[in-house]
C-alpha cells in the first residue's frame, strides 16, 4: 500500500537554527500539507500546497515557515530560526481528487 | 479555538462490546467529517468519514453518525477488538481550497479495549 513518509523521525537543533523536515507524499497525491501537534496538544494546520503555490495556511505558518517542492517527488518544510515554541510533531499529509489526506509517520522536532 | 472538541480524553470497552466515541463541531459551515486511527510514534490513519449530506456512513465494524442539527457526529467500532486500541481524532473540513482539504482536528479521545 502507498504511504507518506518523512525523514528525519527526530530533529534536534538549537533555538535560532534553520530546519529542513522531509516528506515523500503518495506518487499520484496533487495536494500536499504539514501539520503539527505540540505534545498534548491538537493536531493542527499549517499549510496546503497546490499547482506549486500555497492553497492555504494558518496563523501559526508566519514568515518563518516556508513549503517547496523542489522535484516532483519531495515536499518539504524549512523553518529559519526555530523557537523553543516550534518543538512539537510535524506530519506531513498527501491527497488526491477526492481522497482524504494520508499521513505520514511524523518528525519530531525538538529545539533547545 | 474549540471548533472541533472531543469532551472524552479517554473510553475503556470490554472487547467484542461497540465502542462509542463523540464529538462535537461549533462552525456551521463545516461539510465534512473524518476519523482517524493514531498508534504510538505513527501518523493518524484514516478510518472513514462522512458528507453532510448525509447521516450515517457503514465500513466494516465502523460507522459514522452525523447529526447536523446537533453538530454532533459519532463513531461506533462493533464489536470491538483489542487492535482497535489506539487514540481516535475526530477532523471536520470546511470545504475545499483549490481542492485542497484543510483539516481541523478534536484533542483526541484513547480507546482502550480489553481483553
Known amino acids: 500500500e502507498p504511504e507518506v513518509t518523512q525523514t528525519p523521525s527526530h530533529q534536534v537543533t538549537q533555538m535560532g537554527q534553520e530546519v529542513i523536515l522531509r516528506c515523500v507524499p503518495i506518487?499520484?497525491?496533487?495536494?500536499f500539507y504539514w501539520y503539527r501537534q505540540i505534545l498534548g496538544q491538537k493536531v493542527e494546520f499549517l499549510v496546503s500546497?497546490?499547482?506549486?503555490?500555497?492553497?492555504?495556511k494558518s496563523e501559526i505558518f508566519d514568515d518563518q515557515f516556508s513549503v517547496e517542492r523542489p522535484d516532483g517527488s519531495n515536499f518539504t518544510l524549512k523553518i529559519r530560526s526555530t523557537k523553543l515554541e516550534d518543538s512539537a510533531m510535524y506530519f506531513c499529509?498527501?491527497?488526491?481528487?477526492?481522497?482524504?489526506?494520508?499521513f505520514g509517520p511524523g518528525t519530531r522536532l525538538t529545539v533547545l | 479555538d474549540q471548533q472541533v472538541k472531543q469532551n472524552s480524553p479517554s473510553l475503556s470497552v470490554q472487547e467484542g462490546r461497540i465502542s462509542i466515541l463523540n464529538c462535537d463541531y461549533t462552525?456551521?459551515?463545516?461539510?465534512?467529517f473524518l476519523w482517524y486511527k493514531k498508534y504510538p510514534a505513527e501518523g493518524p490513519t484514516f478510518l472513514i468519514s462522512?458528507?453532510?449530506?448525509?447521516d450515517k456512513n457503514e465500513d466494516g465494524r465502523f460507522t459514522v453518525f452525523l447529526n447536523k442539527s446537533a453538530k454532533h457526529l459519532s463513531l461506533h467500532i462493533v464489536p470491538s477488538q483489542p487492535g482497535d486500541s489506539a487514540v481516535y481524532f475526530c477532523?471536520?473540513?470546511?470545504?475545499?481550497?483549490?481542492?485542497?482539504?484543510?483539516?481541523?482536528f478534536g484533542q483526541g479521545t484513547r480507546l482502550t479495549i480489553n481483553p
Open positions: 462552525n456551521s459551515m463545516f461539510d465534512y
Open positions: 462522512i458528507s453532510s449530506i448525509k
Open positions: 499529509a498527501s491527497s488526491g481528487q477526492g481522497v482524504s489526506g494520508y
Open positions: 506518487s499520484n497525491h496533487l495536494y
Open positions: 500546497f497546490y499547482n506549486n503555490e500555497i492553497s492555504e
Open positions: 477532523a471536520a473540513s470546511a470545504g475545499i481550497i483549490q481542492g485542497a482539504q484543510k483539516l481541523v
